[in-house]
């Protein structure tokens, strides 16, 4: 007799954090994949520790959304 795909066990997903290797992982990057425990994700930007990392903080200095903030007589380009 064959088995219906709906009537196999469901299969979760475990394992260590993939940065500090808690056994504790709940959550999985949406950048990189990596799975990851609390400590090392970033729940409003759904990405992991190492990825904000790569991609900085939005309020850093270098992550300026607009030129509102520039002094005067700095050239800004929009796009």
């Known amino acids: 007799m064959k088995r219906l795909a709906d ?3 469901a299969m ?3 394992g260590l954090c993939e940065i500090c290797q808690q ?3 709940d959550h999985t990057c949406d950048r990189c994949g990596q ?3 609390d400590r090392h994700f970033e729940e409003d930007r759904g990405v992991c520790s190492e990825c904000v990392a790569e991609l ?3 309020d850093s200095p270098g992550q300026r959304d607009s ?3 520039l002094p ?3 050239d800004t380009y929009r796009f």
């Open 23 to 25: 056994p504790e992982v």
């Open 56 to 58: 900085g903080r939005p």
């Open 35 to 37: 799975l990851v425990c």
């Open 7 to 9: 009537e196999r066990p």
């Open 72 to 74: 005067d007589g700095v």
């Open 12 to 14: 979760s997903v475990s």
């Open 67 to 69: 030129g509102d903030d």
